[in-house]
């Protein structure tokens, strides 16, 4: 199957700072990312759809100034959470469709994510 | 009403048992069917698809009835590795949603 890569793969952060996680699709041209968060032993919760060059839809309930998404590019998009809080600690997962694969979606490795 | 509806279990079974899932989906339009496995604070992995004739892979067969809009998966002679959740997606346009998986613990 696809690759797709995600950076950084465990991060602690203080309250009231930013972090940026990436998606890389390593094999294949990404015109379709989406970014999921997942708390533990729950269900994935899509927070946003992404397609290159056009501005994230984001799924109700999920604040798009809170959480930033970039896909600049068919292989990279980027999610900022920013002036994070301790609820916003969590797993948090990318995956990617395109080309060929457009009727599948292949996850990244997911970030986890615990704010301080 | 949501978009897919799965049993979330859990399941025990054991080992060398056969168990089913199945997951029901509301909009007819929908046009990919797929089974992922989750394993704890894992990503999803990409089991298998779903046609509409019906699929195999070894101990697993997946099937899909447009009718009743529901998928399944049936497990044959489980396997204590075969411990995970399994998640149902359905593909409807460019949006995928995802079941709430089924949590299944494979006993000795």
């Known amino acids: 199957g696809a690759v797709v890569s995600q950076h950084p793969s465990w991060v602690i952060c203080k309250s009231g700072t930013s972090v940026k996680i990436e998606c890389r699709s390593l094999?294949?041209?990404?015109?379709?990312m989406f970014w999921y968060r997942q708390f533990p032993k729950q269900s994935l919760m899509l927070m946003a759809t992404?397609?290159?060059?056009?501005?994230?839809?984001?799924e109700q309930g999920v604040e798009k100034d809170k959480f930033l998404i970039n896909h600049a590019s068919l292989t990279l998009s980027t999610l900022t959470v920013t002036s994070a809080h301790p609820e916003d600690s969590s797993f948090y997962i990318c995956?990617?469709?395109?080309?060929?694969?457009?009727?599948?979606?292949?996850f990244g490795p997911g970030t986890r994510l615990t704010v301080t | 009403r949501k978009e897919v509806e799965q049993d979330p279990g859990p399941f025990n079974v054991p080992e060398g048992a056969t168990v089913a899932f199945n997951c029901t989906y509301s909009n007819s339009a929908s046009q990919s069917f797929f089974w992922y496995r989750q394993d704890c604070r894992k990503e999803p992995k990409l089991l298998m698809s779903?046609?509409?004739s019906g699929n195999e892979d070894g101990r697993f067969t997946a099937q899909l009835n447009r009718a009743s809009q529901y998928i399944s998966l049936l497990i044959r002679d489980s396997k204590l590795s075969d411990s995970a959740t399994y998640l149902c997606?359905?593909?409807?346009?460019?949006?995928?949603?995802f079941g709430t998986g089924t949590s299944l613990t494979v006993i000795p």
């Open positions: 995956s990617a469709s395109g080309g060929q694969l457009s009727y599948e979606q292949y």
């Open positions: 779903v046609y509409s």
């Open positions: 094999d294949f041209q990404a015109t379709t």
């Open positions: 997606v359905v593909n409807t346009g460019n949006q995928f949603y």
């Open positions: 992404s397609n290159e060059g056009s501005k994230a839809t984001y």
